[in-house]
């Protein structure tokens, strides 16, 4: 075995907080390889990112390595013991020797700084002066990671950007003085699945041409399988297990292991769909006849969000709008649940005419709109209790006793404790809120709930949580969903029928298992295609039914 490019044995990490230290990582021990990909997984809070941090001396203030060893094994410099080192020998090391590709580029690149001069950053740092060499450096780096006309890219800012070119920017800026470990942090969490793949097969082939290490850290272990060569997973800061990737997934050792792989949508069956039928001769509840929406902009023609789209929603039932970033998902859901007004078209909820509301304020009872971000959505400084009534103050409903009762009754509809009523938004995990969200678009009892990628932001086995109590939900309230998505394997799990998005138009519609199994267009197999850990299903399916 060779030498690793960067060793951890046993290391610890703490905070310090208001309640005393927090213990985040306990005992990690792990290997990266130069020319390898190690995967660090496990759920939110069971610090892998403390352990990325640590890798590249990015701790919070709050935050200090209480034991163990990590070296970085560099081919000229030798080895460093990173542990205690001065932050003038980090700043060093960074960019030249360790690197790192962040979450959310969004808010990693400097909104004011054009792309070219982000990329150029880390150049600066490091000593270079000359400027032409500079900017034929950041253009040979743009063009490096796939991104069309660099030169007038390097003149754009972020938001001129799509997310994906936005996290190939970072790449290349990651990229400039060809790193010997790379540090991706969930670096495409935030991507639809075909971009997430693009950018994932983009950091193998670097990797692969410049022999560089990888910790790669994700909450999937399908997405790990793909792309890495071993994994080790996190609980709770502790190690779980490690191994192979194709081991780990196909034959796992701890139950934690195997939780995660049952939790992941693209590897197993995690919600036991009932088939939602229309009665005979029941009419749909949603409606949607040549959807037509344009955006005017002064001095430009207009832009079409989404043209032509039909399709009937039956009652009790749930209908998908998958497609890539950009293809008009979320303008057709917020059209249906009343929040815009189409150009063209027809969009009937029951016996409401969306597109001519007379009351938009009493279509709120009717139809409600779960968003992505529930920590947005809800108002920090109100209390859950407060935040569940406020729909019901609105409209009038109750005494003040009964809707306490029924914020309790709300809160216990989703499993959680009528205590948290008591609580704000910041005191919750990212499921609890996103939970809070949900009963707060059920407490007013509407027909119809919009769900805008409600899922997509959590970790798997809260995500898989979630889907079983949207699930439930429907089955007991006969509650009808759109549910919008770029996760075709988190569709598969939930949807009866799905409408398939590109560009704006509808390239492919009908029930969920004829469009997944034979899939009509090209877009749709591409956008299959994309679902990580394909190579390991056969194998997974196979396990399941001999342990059966």
Known sequence: MTTPLLRIDDLAVSYRT??????????????????????????SGSGKSTVAQSAIGLLAGNGRITRGSMVLNERTGGPTQLVGLPERRWRGLRGRCVALIPQDPGTSLNPVATVGASVAEALRIHGWKDRRKIEARVLELLERVDIDDPERRARQYPHELSGG?????????????????????????????????????????????????VLFITHDLAVAADHSDEIVVMRGGRVEETGRSAEVLTAPTADYTRALIDDAPSLARIVERRPHPAGAGERPLVEVRGLRQEYRARGRDAFVAVDDVSFTVARGSTHALVGESGSGKTTTGRSIAGLNRPTAGSIRVGDTEVTDLRSPRAFRRVAQL???????????????????????????????????RRVAEHLELVALAPEIAHRRPAELSGGQR??????????????????????????????????????????????????????????????????????????????????????????????????????FRPALSAHTQEDA
């Open 18 to 43: 208001g309640r005393g230290d927090f213990t985040a990582v306990d005992g990690v021990s792990l290997e990266v390889q130069a020319g390898r990909t190690t995967a660090l997984v496990g759920e």
């Open 165 to 213: 070119m936005r996290q190939r920017v970072l790449i290349a800026a990651a990229l400039g003085l060809e790193p010997e470990l790379i540090i991706a942090d969930e670096p495409t969490s935030a991507l639809d699945v075909t971009v997430q793949r693009r950018v994932l097969d983009l950091i193998d082939r670097l990797r692969e041409e410049s022999g560089s290490g």
């Open 370 to 404: 779960v968003y992505q971000n529930p920590y947005a959505s809800l108002d920090p400084r109100q209390t859950i209790g407060r935040t569940l009534a406020e729909p019901l103050d609105n409209f009038g409903i109750g005494t003040r006793q009964e809707r306490a």
């Open 434 to 535: 996103q939970r809070v969200a949900i009963a707060r678009a059920l407490i007013l009892e509407p027909e119809l709930v919009v769900f805008d990628e409600a899922v997509s932001a959590l970790d798997v086995t809260v995500q898989a949580q979630i889907l079983r109590l949207l699930a439930r939900l429907q089955d007991e309230l006969g509650l009808t969903y759109v549910f919008i998505s770029h996760d075709l394997a988190v569709v598969r799990q939930i949807a009866d029928t799905v409408s398939v998005l590109q560009r704006g138009r509808q390239v492919e519609h009908g029930p969920t298992d004829q469009v997944f199994d034979a899939p009509a267009h090209p877009y749709t197999r591409r956008l299959l295609d994309a679902i990580p850990g394909a190579a």
